[in-house]
């Protein structure tokens, strides 16, 4: 029986830039969601069990998967794990579960383990849950802050020099990623040329909003916000509750708003300031919004870490 007693906790996500274009060679900026997220505590058991709400069967399979990853015989242990984000609904579920669970695998090893020792074993776990994810997830989540990202390899984090205040709204209506991923690969390589352009266009996108980010250029953002979901419905991965959303939101009075994630359903963002967050909260929940959370992405120090 191992004797250890401690908990993890995994946030969630948001992505402000990027989504499905970065699956094909494109980049994303994405930002943790620290108000929602996977908490897993582990705590001594004469067997190894397990008890969370979310699918049993997969959470078993997942953890199975990361003992093995790390040579480790699976413990005699209790794992509790519950979430606060919402499935399949583009706020990053399965990467915090991923994240969490890398984490308590590699504590269990009795290891230290670094962000990117747990983003490399959760990017597994997502291959499990979807395929051939990018890695933007698992990656911000691991590590917890605003990044850029367009490959594995090619990570930076971004350092905000003014908090973001954005408003997660939730359609309600769930959606497969993988489902839409593939969607968007029928579309792109039956029209290449069309694909290539907007990428073009979204990749730019991301660069702009960099800078405007490390500026605290908000209105700028905002307009940048706008722009990406205007590339999404062009893609063929927004919905009419989606769009009905991001139009409530701008009417309001938010300085930009957009879908994020897979789309078809799933959550869309809003960036506001502390005037119009109460404002564009109400007129969410008027446009049919099923679940709105409000999110603040902190500044970062300048002396904190650089990948
Ligand atoms: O699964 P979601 O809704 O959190 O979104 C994932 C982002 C995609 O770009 C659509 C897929 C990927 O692998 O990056």
């Known amino acids: 029986m191992s004797d250890q007693r401690f908990s993890v906790f995994a946030p969630g996500k948001t992505i402000l830039f990027g989504e499905h274009f970065v699956v094909r060679g494109g980049q994303a900026l994405a930002v943790p969601v620290s108000e929602l997220g996977t908490t897993g505590k582990v705590s001594p058991a004469a067997e190894l069990s397990f008890c969370c709400a979310a699918d049993v069967a997969f959470v078993k399979r997942a953890f199975f998967t990361v003992c093995e990853a790390i040579g480790m015989a699976p413990p005699a242990i209790e794992l509790d794990l519950e979430t606060t984000l919402p499935i399949g609904a583009g706020l990053g579920s399965s990467a915090s579960l991923a994240v969490a669970l890398a984490e308590i695998a590699l504590r269990l090893a009795e290891r230290r383990p670094s962000e990117e020792e747990i983003n490399q074993l959760a990017y597994r776990l997502e291959q499990l849950a979807h395929g051939a994810p990018s890695g933007v997830d698992n990656t911000v989540i691991a590590y917890r802050q605003p990044i850029v990202f367009k490959s594995r390899k090619e990570i930076r984090s971004l350092n905000l020099s003014a908090p973001l205040q954005l408003?997660?709204?939730?359609?309600?209506?769930?959606?497969?990623?993988?489902?839409?991923?593939?969607?968007?690969?029928?579309?792109?390589?039956?029209?290449?040329?069309?694909?290539?352009?907007?990428?073009?266009?979204?990749?730019?996108?991301?660069?702009?909003?960099?800078?405007?980010?490390?500026?605290?250029?908000?209105?700028?953002?905002?307009?940048?916000?706008?722009?990406?979901?205007?590339?999404?419905?062009?893609?063929?991965?927004?919905?009419?509750?989606?769009?009905?959303?991001?139009?409530?939101?701008?009417?309001?009075?938010?300085?930009?708003?957009?879908?994020?994630?897979?789309?078809?359903?799933?959550?869309?963002?809003?960036?506001?300031?502390?005037?119009?967050?109460?404002?564009?909260?109400?007129?969410?929940?008027?446009?049919?919004?099923?679940?709105?959370?409000?999110?603040?992405?902190?500044?970062?120090?300048?002396?904190?870490a650089q990948r």
């Open 167 to 304: 408003l997660i709204a939730d359609t309600g209506v769930q959606a497969s990623t993988a489902a839409v991923v593939a969607g968007v690969a029928q579309r792109a390589t039956a029209n290449s040329a069309w694909f290539a352009d907007l990428l073009g266009q979204a990749d730019a996108l991301v660069d702009q909003a960099a800078l405007a980010l490390e500026n605290a250029e908000l209105e700028r953002l905002g307009r940048l916000l706008n722009a990406n979901h205007r590339l999404l419905v062009e893609l063929g991965v927004s919905s009419s509750e989606l769009d009905r959303l991001v139009e409530a939101a701008l009417a309001a009075g938010a300085k930009g708003a957009k879908m994020t994630g897979a789309g078809a359903g799933g959550c869309m963002i809003a960036l506001v300031d502390s005037e119009a967050g109460r404002s564009v909260g109400a007129a969410l929940k008027a446009a049919g919004a099923v679940r709105l959370w409000s999110t603040q992405v902190d500044a970062v120090d300048p002396r904190g």
